[in-house]
């Protein structure tokens, strides 16, 4: 029998060995800094974040204003560090264990001071998120933004996800965090139960959070993979939890109680944890002693331009849902005002700045002239070699389920799943566009009706 460390790596090869990467740099884009990331042969960007050095010593001393000042400089010192990792002239671990401030202190103390006056995503709801209800001196009732959340975030679910587009799930699945609540109110949403509910779900620690990015890579999961609801309204925790990572230890990881907590909402059958004999092995450690796992942005992208650079250097992958044209569909299907503004400015700055990206688009019904051709066209125009998965996989959920009791009359064109000349006519037209669609979408296609 395979020890589990035999198991795991196989099964890294097998990933690397995926016909898919070859398609992919076919068609002008294979992902490669991701690939690198998730096979170990680089190391994720948030180490690279914990080895610049900043110039700030006491950064809760110093203003927003400064923190973000330092912030410009220090990214600018991280993008050209990047590129001399990816040409095999830096190494990483020179400044790890300096004990001194860095670019990932900076990120996570940023996201402290937005949460005060919250600016996580393009609602800019400016309100302190840092102060619970039940401490409000005034007794008065605490405004709340959008997403309804406080400071406390909530996971509903981790897990090895397996439904994933083929580079995410790999063989042994994308290592998955569903974070409830979320930024946009969509009526179809297929996990309204989630991102409807910002209670559904247990509260968690940037270090209960570490704890599940740890044990997901340990079983073998390709990557993290920070979605909801929407990722963006618990940036606060997130960065904090990846600030975390290369100092967590098997001694602390076997803590029963607190693996005893987040296992009540673990939702599927691996369970290595305890697994010494992984310690140190190529599966998940960078030169064989540096935590690694790439961190995928797993997103509605309507964040925030201020979110968006924080993130900059910590997410290895990015996976925006592109899902309304330039009309009004955005504001009527998910109430949500300058979605298409919003979104094509992040989608071309991470585009700009060199990024790993796979966009997702979900063809819906009656909305294949008004939303899937102006999204097909604009990524033509601007990012024609950036893979795309476009789903056929929308059934009407939520408000716009006809068997629900939360149907509304409202949501009627939109309550069917569309038709086969719908998801045919997409694809027609991804073709003459000449889009880096079909290695992505047809794979995944539920109805597999290729044109
Ligand atoms: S995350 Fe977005 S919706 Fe929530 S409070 Fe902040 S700005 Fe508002």
């Known amino acids: 029998m395979l020890s589990p460390f035999s198991v795991l790596k196989k099964e890294s090869s097998k990933f690397k060995s995926l016909n898919i990467w070859k398609q992919l740099k076919d068609d002008g884009n294979d992902l490669s800094w991701y690939l690198a990331v998730s096979t170990n042969r680089m190391p994720a960007k948030y180490l690279i974040s914990k080895s ?21 400089n220090l990214t600018e010192i991280f993008l050209e560090t990047w590129k001399k990792v990816r040409s095999e002239k830096y190494d990483v671990t020179c400044n790890l264990d300096s004990g ?13 001071r937005m949460l005060k006056h919250c600016n996580f995503c393009r ?3 400016q309100i302190n998120r840092s102060v619970q209800s039940a401490g409000s001196a005034s007794g008065e009732a605490k405004k709340q933004g959008t997403c309804q959340l406080e400071s406390t975030s909530k996971v509903s679910s981790y897990f090895h996800h397996c439904g994933e587009e083929i580079v ?36 968690i620690t940037p270090y209960l959070l570490a704890l599940m990015i740890w044990q997901l890579r340990m079983e073998g999961c390709h990557n993290t993979n920070w979605v909801g609801g929407d990722p963006t309204i618990h940036l606060h925790t997130i960065v904090e939890a990846i600030g975390m990572l290369d100092s967590l230890q098997m001694s602390a990881i076997n803590k029963m109680k607190q693996y005893e907590y987040i ?21 998940a450690f960078y030169q064989r002693r540096l935590f690694n796992s790439p961190q995928l942005w797993n997103s509605n992208f309507f964040m925030s331009n201020e979110t968006l650079h924080i993130l900059r250097s910590l997410m290895d992958v990015w996976l925006p849902d592109f899902k ?6 955005a504001l009527d299907l998910s109430r949500t005002p300058w979605y298409w503004d919003t979104v094509t400015n992040n989608l071309k700055q991470i585009h700009g700045w060199g990024e790993d990206l796979v966009i997702r688009h979900l063809i819906m019904p009656n909305h294949v002239e008004c939303c899937t051709k102006p999204v097909l066209d604009w990524i033509a125009l601007n990012m024609p070699e950036v893979p795309v998965n476009i789903m056929d996989q929308y059934y009407p959920d939520n408000l716009c389920d006809p068997s629900s009791s939360k149907y509304r009359e409202r949501y009627n064109e939109i309550s069917r799943s569309p038709t086969e000349e719908e998801i045919i006519r997409s694809y027609q037209y991804a073709r003459e566009l000449n889009l880096n669609f079909e290695a992505l979408s047809y794979e995944k296609s539920v109805f597999k009706l290729i044109p």
């Open 123 to 125: 609602w800019n709801c």
């Open 52 to 72: 610049i050095l900043c110039n700030i010593t006491d950064l809760t001393a110093a203003t927003e204003e400064r923190l973000w000042e330092e912030h410009r």
């Open 100 to 112: 001194k401030t860095s670019l990932m202190d900076l990120n996570i103390e940023l996201t402290k």
């Open 263 to 283: 296992e009540s909402i673990k939702a599927d059958n691996y369970v290595n944890r305890y697994n010494t004999t992984l310690k140190n092995s190529e599966s």
């Open 324 to 329: 309304f044209g330039p009309g009004k569909c």
């Open 168 to 203: 995410f799930r790999g063989t042994m699945g994308s290592g998955t965090i569903f974070f409830t609540s979320c930024n946009m109110r969509c009526s179809f949403c297929q996990n309204g139960d989630i991102s409807t509910d910002k209670d559904n779900g247990i509260p």
